[in-house]
């Protein structure tokens, strides 16, 4: 009998290292996107526990306070399940190698794992399994310290052109906006460059979120700023120019385009979000004709020169939305970004926030951030 718990133990330290093993190796140093089940699970189970606290709140601004503490969390929570499954994994082995009872091969474990040194033996068949313990407590740790600067990196890159889309088209953002808002100090010229940016951004970010999901549940530092919902704008103004003037040059708005809705489709399979690859230009949308139309009249208003008028650009621009519409309103719930226009609903409901205008183009110079139907 004693045998047989000295195999079934060693089997299952050994199980539980390779395990935590292959999670850290998937997790902090393989660059593909390779899930890890076991942090995949330590995330959601963390992000669910801040969303039913968060979920509780009455505003958007309380929900996001909440929610901004849940990445960090997480990461902390993923090193804290390495260590203890490292440290199970390794009391089972010391116990099936020596006559050590459960008491003492945890104790002994503990002392290897966080190279503390108070517990030691002369047993020479513990020797190689006391310097792996040694050696992987400060390699794990060293691992994620190397790994929160990329980490870092990759969400200072993000935010930089998010906050810079605040002044084209306000926070939170909306695709009609970044147009009205150019046309109005004639400045449609500059959609070139910023198509072009948005391109690589798109790039940037579908990269670095597949690789390191965790980053798609950062937030930003502004509740009203949201990465995805930046993204869906740019790909909404991408679309409706493409829809309202298509004698414009189109190269550039239409590889923005793409590359964004690539990016929110590959960070939507990240997530676990079925995804349509090659969607019926035919099928229709979230977003209705009339919504469409409030946002026309906006552009007409602002003097945004248009070729077509709203019934004949309705189809043009649904069969671009089409593209990214879906995948785009379940990330948005999911990550539970800004209610903002245009963006689908939220869970629990919120009211949709409009992006917030310079005062003197509110009503009787009202300032804020109007609420739809306000």
């Given at each position: 009998?004693?045998?047989?718990?000295?195999?079934?133990?060693?089997?299952?330290?050994?199980?539980?290292?390779?395990?935590?093993?292959?999670?850290?190796?998937?997790?902090?140093?393989?660059?593909?996107?390779?899930?890890?089940?076991?942090?995949?699970?330590?995330?959601?189970?963390?992000?669910?526990?801040?969303?039913?606290?968060?979920?509780?709140?009455?505003?958007?601004?309380?929900?996001?306070?909440?929610?901004?503490?849940?990445?960090?969390?997480?990461?902390?929570?993923?090193?804290?399940?390495?260590?203890?499954?490292?440290?199970?994994?390794?009391?089972?082995?010391?116990?099936?190698?020596?006559?050590?009872?459960?008491?003492?091969?945890?104790?002994?474990?503990?002392?290897?794992?966080?190279?503390?040194?108070?517990?030691?033996?002369?047993?020479?068949?513990?020797?190689?399994?006391?310097?792996?313990?040694?050696?992987?407590?400060?390699?794990?740790?060293?691992?994620?310290?190397?790994?929160?600067?990329?980490?870092?990196?990759?969400?200072?890159?993000?935010?930089?052109?998010?906050?810079?889309?605040?002044?084209?088209?306000?926070?939170?953002?909306?695709?009609?906006?970044?147009?009205?808002?150019?046309?109005?100090?004639?400045?449609?010229?500059?959609?070139?460059?910023?198509?072009?940016?948005?391109?690589?951004?798109?790039?940037?970010?579908?990269?670095?979120?597949?690789?390191?999901?965790?980053?798609?549940?950062?937030?930003?530092?502004?509740?009203?700023?949201?990465?995805?919902?930046?993204?869906?704008?740019?790909?909404?103004?991408?679309?409706?120019?493409?829809?309202?003037?298509?004698?414009?040059?189109?190269?550039?708005?239409?590889?923005?385009?793409?590359?964004?809705?690539?990016?929110?489709?590959?960070?939507?399979r990240a997530e676990g979000i079925a995804v349509d690859d090659d969607p019926d230009p035919d099928s229709g949308v979230?977003?209705?004709?009339?919504?469409?139309?409030?946002?026309?009249?906006?552009?007409?208003?602002?003097?945004?020169?248009?070729?077509?008028?709203?019934?004949?650009?309705?189809?043009?621009?649904?069969?671009?939305?089409?593209?990214?519409?879906?995948?785009?309103?379940?990330?948005?719930?999911?990550?539970?970004?800004?209610?903002?226009?245009?963006?689908?609903?939220?869970?629990?409901?919120?009211?949709?926030?409009?992006?917030?205008?310079?005062?003197?183009?509110?009503?009787g110079g009202r300032t804020g951030r109007p609420v739809i139907g306000e």
């Amino acid at each position: 009998m004693q045998a047989l718990g000295a195999v079934v133990s060693f089997l299952a330290g050994l199980a539980i290292v390779l395990a935590v093993g292959s999670s850290i190796l998937r997790t902090l140093v393989v660059p593909r996107g390779v899930r890890s089940k076991l942090s995949s699970a330590v995330l959601g189970a963390t992000l669910a526990l801040f969303r039913t606290v968060a979920h509780r709140t009455s505003t958007y601004g309380s929900r996001d306070a909440v929610l901004a503490y849940a990445a960090p969390v997480a990461l902390i929570a993923t090193l804290l399940t390495w260590l203890g499954l490292l440290f199970v994994g390794f009391t089972l082995l010391l116990f099936s190698f020596s006559p050590l009872d459960m008491a003492a091969s945890f104790r002994e474990a503990g002392s290897s794992l966080f190279t503390l040194g108070f517990a030691s033996t002369d047993r020479a068949q513990l020797t190689l399994v006391d310097f792996l313990a040694a050696a992987t407590g400060p390699i794990v740790v060293g691992l994620l310290i190397g790994y929160l600067p990329s980490l870092y990196a990759s969400y200072n890159r993000r935010e930089v052109e998010v906050a810079l889309l605040h002044s084209r088209s306000g926070e939170p953002n909306w695709g009609p906006e970044i147009l009205l808002r150019h046309a109005i100090v004639n400045s449609e010229e500059e959609l070139v460059t910023l198509w072009r940016d948005w391109e690589h951004w798109a790039a940037d970010v579908a990269e670095s979120h597949v690789n390191y999901p965790v980053l798609i549940h950062v937030r930003s530092a502004q509740p009203m700023r949201n990465w995805l919902i930046a993204l869906l704008s740019v790909m909404d103004a991408a679309a409706l120019q493409l829809s309202l003037n298509p004698q414009v040059a189109q190269g550039p708005a239409r590889v923005a385009l793409r590359q964004g809705f690539v990016a929110v489709r590959d960070i939507a399979r990240a997530e676990g979000i079925a995804v349509d690859d090659d969607p019926d230009p035919d099928s229709g949308v979230t977003l209705t004709f009339e919504e469409f139309v409030h946002a026309y009249e906006q552009l007409v208003a602002s003097g945004y020169a248009m070729a077509r008028s709203a019934e004949d650009a309705w189809p043009h621009f649904r069969g671009w939305r089409v593209n990214y519409e879906s995948a785009a309103y379940r990330l948005a719930e999911r990550i539970d970004a800004v209610p903002a226009m245009w963006s689908g609903t939220r869970n629990p409901p919120l009211p949709v926030v409009a992006p917030e205008r310079p005062t003197n183009r509110m009503p009787g110079g009202r300032t804020g951030r109007p609420v739809i139907g306000e």
